[in-house]
């Protein structure tokens, strides 16, 4: 079965410090790989995703994701936060196995201090 | 592009009553996800339908849940009777087929029973 695990819950940093956001998975075949952020009363958006080849992704907002295949990971990074990233953040793996079916880590919630 | 059109935003009910969703996906997008997200966690997928055929509804509670996209459009999912335990996000998705792995979010209904 396909899981995701999100081990921090709640993540504070200043702003301008640079973040990293934690998630492991297990998947039975190539994962495809995705992370999302939820701001309050919205829905997800993409922010990056990870299919194949270059194992460093950049997305938006300055975002970026490292896919380590070794230690079952796909951390999300960015070097300098801003108050608007202020957010839930949701890992999410899927793949050929379940027909495009997502499994969604537990999410962490970013906090940003002025 | 319009984007996936979810309603109503908010839904208030009491226990034992009966409650429906609407989803509209992007124009052309055959498949079409619905997922649970209770509060302080990750989406759930519910179901997951190809056209107007269900290709996964292994985590719907048939009891009480049911959902239909009669001509592979807009979607209804309906939850009767309702559970407090039914209090949730129910976020609605969609891709542009089988093979292509972005998912689009709609706002997402949020439900509270009381």
């Known amino acids: 079965a396909q899981s995701v695990t999100q081990p921090d819950i709640h993540i504070t940093v200043s702003e301008g410090a640079s973040l990293e956001l934690r998630c492991n998975y297990s998947?039975?075949?190539?994962?495809?790989l995705f992370w999302y952020v939820q701001s309050p009363g919205q829905g997800l958006q993409l922010l990056l995703k990870?299919?194949?080849?270059?194992?460093l992704v950049q997305g938006i907002k300055g975002f970026e994701a490292e896919f380590k295949r070794s230690q079952s990971s796909f951390n999300l990074r960015k070097p300098s936060v801003h108050w608007s990233d202020a957010a839930e953040y949701f890992c999410?793996?899927?793949?050929?196995?379940?027909?495009?079916?997502?499994?969604f880590g537990g999410g962490t919630r970013l906090m940003v201090k002025p | 592009e319009a984007g996936v059109a979810q309603s109503p935003r908010y839904k208030i009910i009491e226990k034992r009553q009966s409650v429906a969703f609407w989803c509209n996906p992007i124009?052309?997008?055959?498949?079409l996800y619905w997922y649970q997200q209770i509060l302080g966690q990750g989406p759930k997928l519910l179901i997951q339908?190809?056209?107007?055929?269900?290709?996964?509804d292994s985590q719907l509670p048939k009891d009480r849940f049911s959902a239909e996209r009669l001509k592979g459009v807009d979607s209804t999912l309906k939850i009767q009777p309702a559970k407090l335990e039914d209090s949730a996000v129910y976020l609605c998705?969609?891709?542009?087929?089988?093979?292509?792995?972005?998912?689009?979010f709609g706002p997402g209904t949020r439900l509270t029973v009381t």
């Open positions: 999410a793996v899927g793949g050929n196995i379940a027909g495009n079916m997502l499994t």
């Open positions: 998947y039975g075949a190539t994962p495809y």
């Open positions: 990870y299919f194949s080849g270059d194992t």
């Open positions: 124009s052309g997008h055959a498949t």
């Open positions: 339908f190809q056209n107007n055929g269900v290709v996964d």
């Open positions: 998705a969609s891709i542009l087929g089988m093979g292509l792995y972005e998912q689009y």
